[in-house]
Structure formats: structure tokens, C-alpha cells
């Protein structure tokens, strides 16, 4: 296992990272682009809706620049707009995660549809409204290419990791956290959710293949990667090591890192078999900020890490004031330096 991320955290800079007005933030993910500059691919939602579930009728992924991996970061435009109905994706794309290979970019991200009318300024929404309802059983993962970090991207007509009837990931398919090889080859980390009659299950972590990221995309377990009864896991990134792969995630119960939505330290020598890290912890929302003031966040989540020259550099993350749940007021996309 490669050195504990934890241990290697330095002062979050506070004017660094990425935020909106009018705007919720979420999802960012970052590549250093051929024009020099640093590219980061976010979500983001009017906030004339609730921060969640807001995000799941009118999300949309959106670039942003800087010179520097710290930020700030300033928007460029809206890459993944809604574009109709009748779309897989067609009305909210989320998560997105960039990665740079054989000089294309690809942009895996979810996406659902649904087929009513959007929540207009003022108008109640929430959980159990029919577009929340519809929009959270069409999660499914898709991909997006382009020759350029500007574009175009090209988005297909379907998903590229579908549900399965009666397996695990039953309900939906979201969250992907992709590890490209040098062959072009894809392993697949995503979260999903099961059918558990006209209702839902809690969130499981499945591993999927493709022989080339083109290609189609297969399920490889029959079972969750983790036992979801005892390690209930959100928000995967994974990456290859020299003994196969490594990955962190939300702890979602704070079973395994001792704290509620921390991070945790996994590793694997296949990408199926997981074992949990011998000192799990890679994060947490007690942040330390480069003014000198500690405080601890009202959400820290979607863990991205920025890799220069074989190396992770920077820990980017979602973040939110207030007192969790996603009860704050302001949302951003923060980063946090890691040392050597």
C-alpha cells in the first residue's frame, strides 16, 4: 500500500478551489490540460432548489480554469448541458470524474432523465417528489470523449454501465471512479443501489471491465466489492499501484476510519478483492485551513485525486458550511495540498 494519504495533508488554501454564486458546487475533478492550465469538470444546480435532491432533476457539469492546481478556479462553460427528455442523460449530468489518456479526454459522469416538467423557482420539491422518484432510479453511468479539454464532447445515446435485474445494482449505477491503463483497458468502480420491491437498498460498490474504454463495460461481481452491512462506502477514486490498485472513500458510518464520512484507505491486487488499508484513514471533515483556522465541515465527499508525474499531489473535494447533511448554506469545491 502506498504511503498514508492522511499523514500527508497540508492547510487547505481558503481562497483556492471552486465556487459559484447562485449556485450549489459539487463533484470536482481535475486534469492539466495541453494549454498548461488546470481543468476542472464540476457539477453544479440553481440554488433556487434544496442542495439535495436537487441535484438530480437539474445538475449539469460545467469547466472551470486555473493556472495553478490550487485555484481559484474560474467558470468556463457548461460542457454536459440538459439536452431533452428523451435522452438517457437527458436532464441532470452529475459526478463527473476527467481523465487524460493517449491525448484524448474522457469524461465519465452519471446521468438520468425523467419525464416532467422542471421545478420552477418557488415550487415545493424533495424526496418523495415523482421527478426525485423517477430521476434517482435512471442514474446510470455514461461516457463522453473529446480531441480537446474544450471539446466538443461527444456523448452517446446510451449508458455505458447499465443495471442488471436481480443482482446488487438493480436500481441504478452512478458514482464512477475509473482507472484507464496504459492499453487503454478500464477497471470500474461505482456505487449502486438494489430493487427492494417498489423501494430501494442501501448503497453497495460493484467492479466493472472493458477491454478498451470504447468498448462495452461488463459487471465482474455477483456480489458487492465490500460486505455492505459492514463496510457501507460511498464515493470511490481508485488508482493503479505498483501491487495492483488503491482506492479511498466516504465512510459513511465511521466504522472503519472512527469518523462519520471520513475517508478510508483500500487496496487490491485485481480490482475485485478488496481488503481495507492496515491504518484506513485518508481524510477527514476536520480541516485545517492555510489562515490557521481549524474547523470541521459540513460535508467533505466526491475525494478526487490529482496525479502529476506519477505522484498524487492534490486531494480535491466537495464541501459544504453547516452542520451536515447537507444542511448548509454555500457548497464549493475545495483542494487540500499533499506533501511529500
Same mark, same amino acid.
Request: proline fraction near 7%; hydrophobic fraction near 35%.
Given at each position: 500500500? !502506498? !504511503?498514508?494519504?492522511?499523514?500527508?495533508?497540508?492547510?487547505?488554501?481558503?481562497?483556492?478551489?471552486?465556487?459559484?454564486?447562485?449556485?450549489?458546487?459539487?463533484?470536482?475533478?481535475?486534469?492539466?490540460?495541453?494549454?498548461?492550465?488546470?481543468?476542472?469538470?464540476?457539477?453544479?444546480?440553481?440554488?433556487?432548489?434544496?442542495?439535495?435532491?436537487?441535484?438530480?432533476?437539474?445538475?449539469?457539469?460545467?469547466?472551470?480554469?486555473?493556472?495553478?492546481?490550487?485555484?481559484?478556479?474560474?467558470?468556463?462553460?457548461?460542457?454536459?448541458?440538459?439536452?431533452?427528455?428523451?435522452?438517457?442523460?437527458?436532464?441532470?449530468?452529475?459526478?463527473?470524474?476527467?481523465?487524460?489518456?493517449?491525448?484524448?479526454?474522457?469524461?465519465?459522469?452519471?446521468?438520468?432523465?425523467?419525464?416532467?416538467?422542471?421545478?420552477?423557482?418557488?415550487?415545493?420539491?424533495?424526496?418523495?417528489?415523482?421527478?426525485?422518484?423517477?430521476?434517482?432510479?435512471?442514474?446510470?453511468?455514461?461516457?463522453?470523449?473529446?480531441?480537446?479539454?474544450?471539446?466538443?464532447?461527444?456523448?452517446?445515446?446510451?449508458?455505458?454501465?447499465?443495471?442488471?435485474?436481480?443482482?446488487?445494482?438493480?436500481?441504478?449505477?452512478?458514482?464512477?471512479?475509473?482507472?484507464?491503463?496504459?492499453?487503454?483497458?478500464?477497471?470500474?468502480?461505482?456505487?449502486?443501489?438494489?430493487?427492494?420491491?417498489?423501494?430501494?437498498?442501501?448503497?453497495?460498490?460493484?467492479?466493472?471491465?472493458? &477491454?478498451?474504454?470504447?468498448?462495452?463495460?461488463?459487471?465482474?461481481?455477483?456480489?458487492?466489492?465490500?460486505?455492505?452491512?459492514?463496510?457501507?462506502?460511498?464515493?470511490?477514486? %481508485?488508482?493503479?499501484?505498483?501491487?495492483?490498485?488503491?482506492?479511498?472513500?466516504? &465512510?459513511?458510518?465511521?466504522?472503519?476510519?472512527?469518523?462519520?464520512?471520513?475517508?478510508?484507505?483500500?487496496?487490491?491486487?485485481?480490482?475485485?478483492?478488496?481488503? %481495507?488499508?492496515?491504518?484506513?484513514?485518508?481524510?477527514?471533515?476536520?480541516? !485545517?485551513?492555510?489562515?490557521?483556522?481549524?474547523?470541521?465541515?459540513?460535508?467533505?465527499?466526491?475525494?478526487?485525486?490529482?496525479?502529476?508525474?506519477?505522484?498524487?499531489?492534490?486531494?480535491?473535494?466537495? !464541501?459544504?458550511?453547516?452542520?451536515?447533511?447537507?444542511?448548509?448554506?454555500?457548497?464549493?469545491?475545495?483542494?487540500?495540498?499533499?506533501?511529500?
Amino acid at each position: 500500500m !502506498t !504511503t498514508n494519504l492522511y499523514e500527508r495533508l497540508l492547510p487547505a488554501p481558503v481562497n483556492g478551489g471552486f465556487q459559484m454564486s447562485g449556485y450549489w458546487v459539487w463533484c470536482g475533478s481535475v486534469v492539466h490540460g495541453d494549454d498548461g492550465q488546470y481543468h476542472m469538470f464540476a457539477s453544479r444546480w440553481p440554488k433556487h432548489l434544496p442542495m439535495h435532491p436537487g441535484w438530480l432533476v437539474h445538475s449539469e457539469v460545467v469547466r472551470a480554469v486555473s493556472d495553478k492546481p490550487e485555484g481559484p478556479y474560474q467558470f468556463e462553460e457548461v460542457v454536459l448541458p440538459a439536452r431533452g427528455a428523451e435522452f438517457w442523460d437527458g436532464r441532470s449530468t452529475h459526478n463527473p470524474h476527467i481523465v487524460k489518456h493517449d491525448g484524448k479526454y474522457l469524461l465519465f459522469y452519471m446521468g438520468t432523465t425523467y419525464p416532467f416538467s422542471d421545478v420552477k423557482p418557488g415550487e415545493a420539491y424533495g424526496l418523495d417528489d415523482p421527478r426525485c422518484i423517477v430521476a434517482r432510479s435512471n442514474k446510470r453511468i455514461g461516457l463522453a470523449v473529446a480531441e480537446q479539454v474544450q471539446g466538443p464532447w461527444v456523448r452517446r445515446d446510451e449508458p455505458i454501465l447499465d443495471v442488471r435485474p436481480g443482482k446488487f445494482d438493480s436500481y441504478l449505477t452512478s458514482n464512477p471512479a475509473p482507472c484507464v491503463h496504459e492499453d487503454g483497458s478500464v477497471l470500474l468502480i461505482y456505487k449502486s443501489r438494489a430493487y427492494q420491491g417498489h423501494t430501494f437498498s442501501d448503497m453497495a460498490l460493484g467492479a466493472a471491465w472493458a &477491454d478498451h474504454y470504447t468498448g462495452a463495460y461488463r459487471s465482474l461481481s455477483e456480489n458487492p466489492i465490500f460486505p455492505p452491512e459492514d463496510v457501507h462506502l460511498e464515493d470511490p477514486f %481508485i488508482w493503479k499501484t505498483e501491487d495492483g490498485y488503491a482506492m479511498i472513500a466516504k &465512510d459513511m458510518k465511521g466504522n472503519i476510519c472512527n469518523e462519520r464520512h471520513g475517508g478510508i484507505q483500500a487496496y487490491s491486487r485485481d480490482g475485485l478483492n478488496w481488503q %481495507i488499508a492496515e491504518h484506513p484513514k485518508a481524510y477527514s471533515r476536520h480541516v !485545517t485551513w492555510d489562515d490557521g483556522t481549524k474547523k470541521q465541515m459540513g460535508n467533505f465527499e466526491r475525494p478526487f485525486l490529482l496525479f502529476q508525474d506519477g505522484r498524487p499531489t492534490h486531494l480535491f473535494a466537495a !464541501t459544504a458550511d453547516g452542520d451536515g447533511n447537507f444542511g448548509g448554506r454555500n457548497t464549493w469545491n475545495m483542494v487540500i495540498p499533499l506533501g511529500d
